[in-house]
Every structure is written in structure tokens, then in C-alpha cells.
């Protein structure tokens, strides 16, 4: 039986994580390989990797490889736990099974990127190939419509969903994980093609329908249809904050009260204010009133740049 696998890097030196993962289905190990494929990297001298196996196998089996300790998670997946290794035991080899698997992985992920000194942002992100900009806003402010304009524009795919701010070297960077893109009916309003493109394509691995009416699309999707970058990691130029109660104003104020409360909802998680403090002393949130002022500020000052 063969066995593949590959590492992943999380975050940059000297926070960085490795994570290698281990699997015997040559199947997944394409599925997983795509969808990670910017965050792999060629690495065999490394003071500590984070171990992940994935066995797909029958139930009876399962159990008796699975220990005392071991966790029933989502939809038939058991998972071990031994100190830096985990192993997840799956009920069946289906498509479905593989999508689990994979949110499993990426929660992990999400914790271990959480016990560094990060701030989690739920915004959307794009680059320029060299340097991102967030779009935080209020609910309904139009971030994902900002979003899709500015991937028709030519700027790359960073988040659409949450972005881990962090400090190194003493310039803020921007880490995203691959989390599909939840679209609102509304926001096909100004990409009609894009919604023509998703039903000819409705039954593909990288279209997902909610319950809640959204359309979920898949990094791979968005960048193929744009025919954009996926860029997981860029140093932060500026956070873009869509105001549904817009005063005319250049940047934060530290002493606005409403300013700070309205960015820190935003905030999903943070461990650092440090970098709070950088991004409100350093200038970079600039308060807009709509997705227009955002575009043509950034046609001004934030040109796409060649690869």
C-alpha cells in the first residue's frame, strides 16, 4: 500500500508552523494537494513537524486501531491524539467524506495559527501580487460585492471570510486559509456572468449551496473564473472600513470612540493588541462611505503590480 504526502507551512519564520500529512488514498491525496497547493512547501531539516494521518478504512478496523482517548467528530470521522500526531479514522472514501476531512484539518490549522500572536479579522482580502488590502465593513456593507469587482479588476484572491493579521519583522502581514466565499443573491447583480458561470458548473466539487440562500465558491473557483492568484500571505498596505454611517474622514481616530467599536466587532480573535495599536498608529484603516471611494483610491495608490 502506498503512501503519500505533504507538507504544509503556516504563517512566516519565526512563527511558522510545519505540518505533514499522511495518507494512503491516493484520491485524497489529490483532493487535499489541490486545495493546499500555494501552501506547500519542500522541506526535510525542521526542528518540529505537527503530524496528521488520515486512514480510510472500515468501521470494525477503525476500532481497533482507535485508542481510549479517541474523538467521535463530524459525519463518521474518529480522531487520536498523541502529543504533536493526529489521526483521523474515516467511515467511507466518499467526496463528501473528503470535504470533512478537510474542514477538520482546517480548524486544526486555525488553532494552531491562534496560539501564535495573531489578530483574526473577518474581512475580505485581495493583492496586488506584492502587498494585500483587508475590506472590513458593516453587515450588508457590500465587502463581498467589493471583493468580486476587485477580482474583475485584476487583483489576486486572498479571503473573503477571515484573515489572521500578524507581526514580523515589525511589518504586519496578512495569512489567509482556503475557506469558500459565501455570495449573496444581491451581489450577482453586478456579476451576472459569474452567476451564469456557477449554473453551468452547479455540480462541481467547488460550488457549495446553504441553506441560508448563499452560494459558497471555493478559492479555486473564484480564481479560475477571474483568471486571478490565489495569495495566501502579503504584507498589509492598508484595511479599508466600508461605514454605513460614514463621516467624512482620512483615517481613525484614536479618540473616536464609534470608530473603534465599529472596527473591533470585526475582530474575531486576538491575542496581540499590538498590532491593533500598529494598524490604528501606523494609518492603516482608512474609513470609506462606499465600494466607489474604495475602487478609485485603490486604482490611485494601489496599482496592480506585475508578478
Known amino acids: 500500500m502506498n503512501n503519500y504526502s505533504l507538507k504544509i507551512k503556516l ?26 497547493l500555494s501552501y506547500i512547501v519542500d522541506i526535510e531539516n525542521c526542528k518540529e513537524f505537527y503530524t496528521i494521518r488520515i486512514v480510510f478504512d472500515h468501521t470494525s478496523h477503525m476500532k ?15 480522531l487520536n491524539l498523541e502529543k504533536n500526531e ?7 472514501s ?28 473577518h474581512a475580505a482580502c485581495v493583492s496586488n501580487s506584492h502587498n494585500a488590502i483587508c475590506i472590513v465593513g458593516d453587515k450588508f456593507s457590500g465587502k463581498t460585492t467589493l471583493m468580486l469587482r476587485m477580482l474583475s479588476e485584476g487583483y489576486d484572491f486572498v479571503s473573503n471570510d477571515k484573515i489572521y493579521v500578524f507581526l514580523t519583522k515589525d511589518k504586519l502581514h496578512v495569512f489567509s486559509l482556503p475557506i469558500s466565499a459565501g455570495i449573496r443573491n444581491g451581489s450577482f447583480k453586478f456579476q451576472p456572468e459569474l452567476l451564469e458561470h456557477i449554473n453551468n458548473n452547479q455540480y462541481s466539487e467547488h460550488v457549495e449551496y446553504s441553506s441560508e440562500g448563499r452560494i459558497h465558491l471555493s478559492p479555486y473557483f473564484l480564481c479560475d473564473y ?4 490565489f495569495n495566501n500571505f502579503a504584507p498589509l498596505e492598508y484595511i479599508y472600513f466600508l461605514k454605513s454611517n460614514y463621516m467624512p474622514s482620512t483615517v481613525i481616530d484614536a479618540m473616536n470612540t464609534n470608530d473603534l467599536m465599529g472596527f473591533e466587532r470585526n475582530v474575531l480573535f ?14 492603516k484603516i482608512i474609513f470609506c462611505r462606499d465600494s466607489g471611494q474604495v475602487i478609485n483610491e485603490l486604482k490611485r495608490s494601489f496599482p496592480i503590480k506585475d508578478s
Do not use: W
Request: glycine share 4%; aromatic share 14%.
Open 270 to 283: 486576538c491575542n496581540d493588541h499590538a498590532i491593533i495599536n500598529k494598524c490604528i498608529m501606523g494609518n
Open 226 to 229: 477571474f483568471k486571478v492568484n
Open 86 to 92: 493526529r489521526t483521523y479514522y474515516c467511515t467511507s
Open 94 to 121: 466518499s467526496n463528501d467524506m473528503f470535504k470533512a476531512v478537510f474542514r477538520e484539518i482546517r480548524d486544526y490549522f486555525d488553532e494552531l495559527i491562534r496560539s501564535c500572536r495573531v489578530i483574526c479579522l
Open 64 to 78: 481497533g486501531n482507535a485508542n481510549e482517548n479517541a474523538r467521535n467528530l463530524r459525519g463518521g470521522i474518529f
Open 11 to 36: 504563517l512566516s519564520e519565526p512563527m511558522a508552523h510545519y505540518i505533514c500529512i499522511f495518507t494512503t488514498d491516493k484520491r485524497f491525496y489529490k483532493y487535499i494537494s489541490s486545495i493546499f
